[in-house]
T-cell receptor, first 111, second 116 residues
Framework: QQQVKQSPQSLIVQKGGISIINCAYE??????FPWYQQFPGKGPALLIA?????SEKKEGRFTISFNKSAKQFSLHIMDSQPGDSATYFC??????????FGTGTRLKVLA | DAGVIQSPRHEVTEMGQEVTLRCKPI?????LFWYRQTMMRGLELLIY????????DSGMPEDRFSAKMPNASFSTLKIQPSEPRDSAVYFC??????????????FGEGSRLTVL
């Protein structure tokens, strides 16, 4: 109930390609779905987030697609760049309560 | 804003020793989280404080782990006695909850613990 399942575990993409990472959740009480980006030696930092009242949110090259009925959401990175190489975590939160994180996806963008 | 500040950044200790990790949340944030990150298990929530009160400590592995938040600007995570399997990166994070809540969780840079 409290898990957020993330896939794939790792991803290699050519520069300019599209990176897609998927997450699924069970608890319908979750009402906030962020994606965090983590570089080696650093803490995770918020990249983009969505609430379940919209199906898509775009910020620059990053887009979240949200499917409430399927309880799934995904991150799309368009025109992927080597600087995007990092670990990406999806998460789900219930308002004022705790965050549950996915297991992470290690993305490598080849130059 | 200075961000979430953690110390020490790196700690190497021997099995059986006491370890204390420290965290200063962002001023004005009333929720504080301790996470542990390992390759095998990812980011695990250990404990969550709201307004300095522990709300959920179900993620604390065992009695060797304890956490305190004596005031709004300071929290500690203590491991006593430490074991090699405690080796991980420990993150502190904070957020503001309430009517102006954006939901964003702000992480510190982590404390990398190695127990020999």
């Amino acid at each position: 109930q409290q898990q957020v399942k993330q896939s794939p575990q790792s991803l290699i993409v050519q520069k300019g390609g599209i990176s897609i990472i998927n997450c699924a959740y069970e608890n319908t009480a979750f009402d906030y779905f962020p994606w965090y980006q983590q570089f080696p030696g650093k803490g995770p930092a918020l990249l983009i987030a969505i609430r379940p009242d919209v199906s898509e949110k775009k910020e620059g090259r990053f887009t979240i697609s949200f499917n409430k009925s399927a309880k799934q959401f995904s991150l799309h990175i368009m025109d992927s760049q080597p600087g995007d190489s990092a670990t990406y975590f999806c998460a789900a939160s219930t308002g004022t309560y705790k965050y549950i994180f996915g297991t992470g996806t290690r993305l490598k963008v080849l130059a | 804003d200075a961000g979430v500040i953690q110390s020490p950044r790196h700690e190497v200790t021997e099995m059986g020793q006491e370890v204390t990790l420290r965290c200063k949340p962002i001023s004005g944030h009333n929720s504080l989280f301790w996470y542990r990150q390992t390759m095998m298990r990812g980011l695990e929530l250990l404990i969550y404080f709201n307004n300095n009160v522990p709300i959920d400590d179900s993620g604390m592995p065992e009695d060797r782990f304890s956490a305190k938040m004596p005031n709004a600007s300071f929290s500690t995570l203590k491991i006593q006695p430490s074991e090699p399997r405690d080796s991980a990166v420990y993150f502190c994070a904070s957020r503001r909850t309430g009517t102006s809540n954006t939901g964003e969780l702000f992480f510190g840079e982590g404390s990398r613990l190695t127990v020999l």
